[in-house]
């Protein structure tokens, strides 16, 4: 059993209308045999566990980052080793926090929208058209006198003035797909040159995400909320500390969740 399988245990199952009888075979689990397997799984690597189901979302996501902040907190990273104890714990829930975002993101995931931060609508300057009365509003007596109208006092003219209006990048929905654009979240894309030369539909791997099927979160965003702690930040600071930090959180969490998924299958074999 792999852990890809243990989210089915978390949902109800529809009901078969039929009248065909269950598997009752010895070699199937039950639920009872999966809950004491995830148990057996969480001493052994409580870490790749609790990322796993954070990142399919049957957990809080809250031990998961507990467990990075104490791997993260034991990192000998010369940049970090040079920084004080309250820039250090200011920084690092920082670049936990999006080393977990850059390992639980999918092809399937959402992301707030950047041009509209999230709200699904932007500023911009609408054209409307107000009425203006130039010579003052129309006396009562033109209402009813043949041939003056209170129309006559009237001035239409186009006004404009800042409004919100539905962002066209999300359709005003305030998030977008995190999907690669170049292979629609496939990994794959068409090699034109070599359907040309071949004759018949050549694929390879997308260049646009590397076959990862969806883009990676752009590590700018956490400079942005570092360098409100170190202002004077150089580029070689942040990529040889900071943003290597993050990297090597990310490989953490992989590591983690295959030697979950390696000690449930021992499991559970």
């Not at 399937?108 to 010579?135: N, W």
């Not at 998030?175 to 794959?188: D, I, M, N, Q, Y």
């Not at 979160?217 to 580029?235: G, Y």
């Not at 993050?246 to 030697?259: D, G, P, R």
Request: charged share 25%; glycine share 8%; hydrophobic share 35%.
């Amino acid at each position: 059993m792999n852990l890809e399988s243990l989210p089915k245990f978390y949902s109800p199952k529809s009901p078969k209308l039929n009248d065909e009888t269950p598997a009752t075979g010895g070699a199937a689990l039950t639920i009872t045999d999966v809950m004491a397997a995830q148990g057996m799984v969480q001493s052994k690597a409580p870490l790749g566990f609790n990322l796993f189901l954070a990142k399919m979302g049957i957990q809080d996501p809250a031990p998961a980052l507990d467990g990075l902040m104490h791997y993260a907190l034991a990192l000998k990273n010369p940049v970090l080793v040079k920084l004080s104890e309250k820039a250090r714990l200011e920084i690092l829930p920082v670049l936990v926090q999006f080393a977990y975002a850059d390992y639980s993101r999918s092809a399937a995931s959402k992301a707030p929208c950047p041009h509209c931060s999230g709200t699904g609508f932007i500023d911009a300057d609408s054209t409307t058209k107000k009425v203006h009365y130039p010579d003052g509003k129309p006396p009562k007596w033109a209402a009813s006198t043949k041939g003056v109208f209170p129309s006559y006092w009237e001035e239409w003219k186009e006004v404009k003035q800042p409004a919100k209006v539905k962002c066209d990048h999300c359709n005003g929905k305030g998030e977008v797909s995190t999907a690669c654009r170049g292979c629609k979240g496939k990994g794959l894309v068409l090699d034109d040159r070599r359907t040309k030369l071949i004759g018949a539909p050549t694929y390879k791997v997308c260049g646009r995400c590397n076959g990862n099927r969806y883009s990676r979160v752009p590590t700018t965003l956490a400079r942005a909320l570092v360098e409100r702690v170190i202002p004077d930040l150089t580029s070689y600071q942040w990529y040889s500390g900071y943003a290597d930090v993050i990297s090597t959180l990310v490989t953490k969490c992989w590591q983690e969740e295959a030697f979950a998924e390696v000690q449930l299958r021992k499991v559970t074999r």
